[in-house]
T-cell receptor, first 113, second 113 residues
Framework: DVKVTQSSRYLVKRTGEKVFLECVQD?????MFWYRQDPGLGLRLIYF???????EKGDIPEGYSVSREKKERFSLILESASTNQTSMYLC????????????FGPGTRLTVL | AQSVSQHNHHVILSEAASLELGCNYS??????LFWYVQYPGQHLQLLLK??????LVKGIKGFEAEFIKSKFSFNLRKPSVQWSDTAEYFCAVNARAGNKLTFGGGTRVLVKP
C-alpha cells in the first residue's frame, strides 16, 4: 500500500511566522505535489516536483516555496504566514506516468492567527 | 489553461436513490479524467479514472463514469446509493501535455438513512 504521511494534522501559527509542512512518501515515487483545499474551490496546486531538487510552480505559488532534497520528502514553506493562508494542505505523490493515480496524504489543517 | 466545473455543490438524497454528479472540463486537447472521493475524516482516494478506450469506466464501490468527448463531460453515477457514500466528490483533469491535475470545486453528497 502506498503511504503518504504529513508531519502534522493540525497546526496553529501566528501571522509573520515561518511555517514548514513536511510530506514523506514510501513508494519511491518520482512526482510529489502540494495542494491547498478550500470549500467550494476544490484543490488547487501550489507546487510540484518531478525529481530531487526540481520544482515547478502550480496555479497558486505566491507566498509559498518548496524544497525537495531527498526523493521521499517534499516540504512546503510559508516564509511569512498570513491569515489568507489558513487552509487544509494536502500532499500527493505518483509514479511518473500521466495516467498514474496521485496518492494523497491525510492533510494538515493550518490556522494562521 | 484547463479548468473543471462541478455544477452541484451539495446533493442530499435518500438511501437507494440514484446519484449522478456532473463534471465538465475545458481543454482542447487529449485529457485524462479522474474522480476522487473524500469520506469524512479520511484521505482523498481514487474512485475511477479514464485515459483511453471504453468511455464507460467502472470504479470501486459500484460507481461508474461516462466520458462524452463532444460534451467535454465526465459524469459520475451510482444506481443505488448507501449511507456510507456520504462524502465529498472531486472531478479532476490531467492534460496529456503535463502531469498536473486540475480539480473541480467538489460536490458534497449527503445520503440520508
Amino acid at each position: 500500500d502506498v503511504k503518504v504521511t504529513q508531519s502534522s494534522r493540525y497546526l496553529v501559527k501566528r501571522t509573520g511566522e515561518k511555517v514548514f509542512l513536511e510530506c514523506v512518501q514510501d513508494m519511491d515515487h518520482e512526482n510529489m505535489f502540494w495542494y491547498r483545499q478550500d470549500p467550494g474551490l476544490g484543490l488547487r496546486l501550489i507546487y510540484f516536483s518531478y525529481d530531487v531538487k526540481m520544482k515547478e510552480k502550480g496555479d497558486i505559488p505566491e507566498g509559498y516555496s518548496v524544497s525537495r532534497e531527498k526523493k521521499e520528502r517534499f516540504s512546503l514553506i510559508l516564509e511569512s504566514a498570513s491569515t489568507n493562508q489558513t487552509s487544509m494542505y494536502l500532499c500527493a505523490s505518483n509514479g511518473g506516468g500521466r495516467t498514474d493515480t496521485q496518492y494523497f496524504g491525510p492533510g494538515t489543517r493550518l490556522t494562521v492567527l | 489553461a484547463q479548468s473543471v466545473s462541478q455544477h452541484n455543490h451539495h446533493v442530499i438524497l435518500s438511501e437507494a436513490a440514484s446519484l449522478e454528479l456532473g463534471c465538465n472540463y475545458s481543454y482542447g486537447g487529449t485529457v485524462n479524467l479522474f474522480w476522487y472521493v473524500q469520506y469524512p475524516g479520511q484521505h482523498l482516494q481514487l474512485l475511477l479514472k479514464y485515459f483511453s478506450g471504453d468511455p464507460l469506466v467502472k470504479g470501486i464501490k459500484g460507481f461508474e463514469a461516462e466520458f462524452i468527448k463532444s460534451k467535454f463531460s465526465f459524469n459520475l453515477r451510482k444506481p443505488s446509493v448507501q449511507w456510507s457514500d456520504t462524502a465529498e466528490y472531486f472531478c479532476a483533469v490531467n492534460a496529456r501535455a503535463g502531469n498536473k491535475l486540475t480539480f473541480g470545486g467538489g460536490t458534497r453528497v449527503l445520503v440520508k438513512p
